[in-house]
């Protein structure tokens, strides 16, 4: 299940900058659970976590000429690391 809990990491102008306070942001399964996610960031970056804050984004509905679409639902979690670690989220981009 651990496999299970990461999708990508969110590189975005304001995941940069909660990167200076030591909070990473990944899009998640919608299964995952903070304990889970917590365990999968620590087996694959080999750091401590702090805590975990876990943000649900509910599909809204979008019209196009003449029909109704719905945006994708996401989960996305933003992780605080302990103090001294880091993780390199840009080398694989």
């Not at 900058?17 to 909070?23: P, S």
């Not at 996610?37 to 000429?65: G, H, L, Q, S, W």
Request: glycine share 2%.
């Amino acid at each position: 299940m651990i496999e299970k809990a990461l999708i990508k990491p969110i590189v975005t102008e304001k995941s940069q900058k909660l990167i200076n306070e030591r909070k990473y942001v990944f899009l998640v399964y919608k299964s995952a659970n903070k304990e889970i996610i917590k365990r999968a960031v620590e087996d694959m970056f080999n750091v401590k976590v702090e805590n975990v804050n876990i943000v649900k984004k509910y599909p809204k509905k979008r019209r196009t000429r003449y029909q109704f679409s719905k945006t994708p639902e996401r989960k996305k979690a933003v992780v605080k690391l302990k103090e001294g670690y880091t993780i390199d989220i840009l080398k694989g981009v």
